[in-house]
């Protein structure tokens, strides 16, 4: 396997990573300036036809990386197209009907100057089947799909396998998380023995590198580490039990953010927590897996287009909602997972934009908390808000178990926080 470890290592411009003249100029009329670590990397890798695994911060322009140069093959392969059979030439998997649409949608935007000659389509469950058909008669040359609703799409001969030239595995760690092992194993039987496959992931736990010794042939490995550069700040407030609503409520009205994105753990805490910031003067609307996909997608453009300042989602937000410029997320609830964690922060702070990550923690969350540090290699200063100030007893107890906090001479009570500290310029990095 051939390591990558350089994301310092970025070309100046598109062009020197070999791209053609229809996707160059794409580019340019979308303001992409110059190519992110992972775009430099991972593109030309591909144009020269390796099998790679790639891993990267979520927002850091992965789609991009893998759909430009699939692009780029397909419209130079003379016998991509063919009566024989509903065929698909590239094939991307990804876990949630979110990214599917999401895909589809970027790589339909970066194929405008190729005159409709590349046909991309997306297919997920929670809609009609029978549409997706429709749509793929007589193939296609890319395919987003999830692998439900692409397993019974083949049951139903709308579609073919056997045909596939490159598999782009995305958000990998998500599937198996999700349980699509079975539907991998029943898909990979499928297709061609000879292809290429590119896999990408946030997280590489073991289910993930298995994958990667017995699917992909001597690929080139990318693993960026760019914290360093990150322009999304992570902070953690603490607060007694009981009081992260009214916390909550006090940010988003100090702070008048236009668009703030909550992430809490099931359904009926969407609804609960909307319901109780109604009562203290903010609307909010939810995102879960109860709501069809219509209004799910209704919710996502509304909330995209800033005509909703408050969306409180389950982790199904926690990948494939790419919001241009969101300001902040905010844990309400700390994900089961301690790699969901970095997956809902990273829906702020995309692209290069400054972004805050919040996270509510009481006495209870505290040692869950430091799981998901540990895990991801953090570690984060607890922070306090006036007027929220936590108990003494948890205070010492939970929050400062590794390193309590010093008192001020002369006084008995820690420390605190003055009001004015909690204002705009502080959501900027520390040094």
């Known amino acids: 396997m051939s390591t990558v470890k350089t994301p310092n290592a970025t070309s100046s411009n598109f062009t020197e990573l070999g ?52 692009l780029q093959q397909l419209s130079k392969a003379s016998n991509s197209k063919s009566s024989q059979g509903n065929y698909v030439t590239g ?42 058909m429709l749509a793929l ?8 799909a999830t692998p439900g609703r692409l397993l019974d799409l083949i049951s ?9 030239t490159t598999l782009v595995l995305d958000e990998a760690d998500r599937m198996l998380s999700f349980g699509f092992t079975e539907e991998l194993s029943a898909l990979f039987a499928l297709l061609p023995k000879k292809k290429q496959i590119l896999l990408f992931s946030a997280t590489f736990p073991e289910q993930v590198k298995a994958l990667t010794q017995e699917l992909l042939n001597d690929p080139v490995e990318i693993q ?33 953010w236009q668009q703030t994105l909550i992430f809490v753990n099931a359904k009926k805490s969407c609804n609960h927590l909307a319901e109780k910031l109604a009562k203290r003067g903010i609307s909010a609307e939810v995102f879960h897996g109860d709501k069809g996909q219509g209004a799910r997608n209704r919710v996502l453009e509304a909330f995209k287009a800033g005509e909703i300042q408050v969306l409180i989602a389950t982790d199904i937000a926690a990948r494939g909602l790419d919001i241009e410029k969101l300001p902040v997320v905010i844990n309400f609830d700390l994900p089961r997972s301690p790699s969901d964690y970095m997956h ?6 995309r692209a290069g934009e400054v972004g805050l990550a919040l996270s509510l923690i009481d006495h209870e969350d505290y040692h869950h908390f430091k799981v998901i540090e540990k895990k991801n290699k953090l570690r984060l200063e607890r922070e306090q808000v006036a007027g929220f100030e936590v108990a003494e007893a948890y205070n010492e107890a939970s929050f400062n178990v590794d390193k309590p906090m010093a008192k001020p001479e002369g ?11 909690i204002n705009a310029d502080i959501w900027l990095r520390k040094d």
Do not use: M, W
């Not at 139903?156 to 596939?164: E, F, P, Q, T, W």
């Open 224 to 256: 960026l580490q760019s914290s360093d550069a990150s322009t999304l700040v992570q902070r953690v407030f603490t607060v007694n039990k009981g009081q992260k609503t009214a916390l909550l409520a006090h940010l988003i009205k100090l702070h008048q």
């Open 411 to 421: 006084s008995g009570k820690k420390k605190r926080k003055d009001h004015e500290q």
């Open 137 to 144: 008669r007589g193939g296609t040359d890319i395919l987003v």
């Open 19 to 70: 791209l053609i003249s229809p996707l160059l100029a794409r580019l340019t009329e979308l303001k992409y300036q110059q190519p992110t670590p992972i775009q430099a990397q991972v593109i030309p890798c591909v144009l020269a036809g390796r099998d790679l695994i790639a891993g990267a911060n979520t927002g850091s322009g992965k789609t991009a990386a893998f759909a430009l140069p699939l």
């Open 344 to 349: 809902r922060i990273g829906r702020s702070g």
């Open 156 to 164: 139903s001969n709308a579609i073919k396998l056997d045909r596939v």
């Open 91 to 132: 094939l991307i998997l990804v876990p949630t009907r979110e990214l599917a649409k999401q895909v589809a949608d970027s790589i339909k935007s970066y194929a405008v100057h190729f005159n409709g000659s590349i046909k991309t389509v997306a297919v997920f469950g929670g809609v009609s089947a029978n549409t997706q």
